[in-house]
């Protein structure tokens, strides 16, 4: 069932390479108290994908001044995101959810991306308060569709 605006958001617990050398764990509960913008993303190291993704880093810090953490999500492996970030200086956390779990919670299963590639992410964005509660949903129409980075800006600016 698609999530809405007004829905708690799903838990999460995710493994991360990036920004740190080291694995961590990152959980929405590990958030908490502050909001949250999610960005799911089909695959690293694409066109769009990459655009999507350096754009949101490019503003990391806009949204840490509105106590807003941002974090990028894919099905790709750990390794892959750490290359992906490293390549193109990403300094939000990119989270593999390589076993479809988040994806598939957050109701964003692209059912074939390219090349036979299936299940990967849609291009996706929740943004989410500093209670768990869903404030912003945008799922494009298609993989080549980019999201409403100036929307997005304007769902964390209106958050408490």
Not at 6 to 29: E, M, Q, R, V, Y
């Amino acid at each position: 069932m698609a999530l809405k605006v007004g829905d708690k958001a799903p838990d999460f617990n995710l493994p991360s390479f990036t920004p740190s050398a080291d694995l961590t764990h990152i959980t929405l509960d590990s958030l908490k108290g502050k909001n949250l913008v999610i960005t799911f993303f089909p695959q690293a190291f694409t066109g769009v994908c990459t655009t999507e993704m350096c754009t949101m880093s490019d503003n990391f810090n806009a949204y840490k001044s509105m106590n807003a953490e941002v974090i990028g999500v894919s099905v790709d492996g750990t390794f892959v995101q750490k290359a992906f970030a490293a390549a193109n200086n990403i300094q939000v956390p990119l989270l593999s959810d390589y076993n479809r779990v988040m994806v598939r919670a957050y109701d964003v299963v692209h059912p074939e991306f390219a090349h036979g590639q299936k299940e990967t992410a849609k291009r996706a964005v929740y943004v989410i308060d500093k209670t768990g509660i869903i404030r912003y949903v945008e799922v494009t129409p298609t993989p080549g569709d980019q999201v409403n980075f100036e929307a997005i800006k304007k769902a964390v600016e209106g958050l408490k």
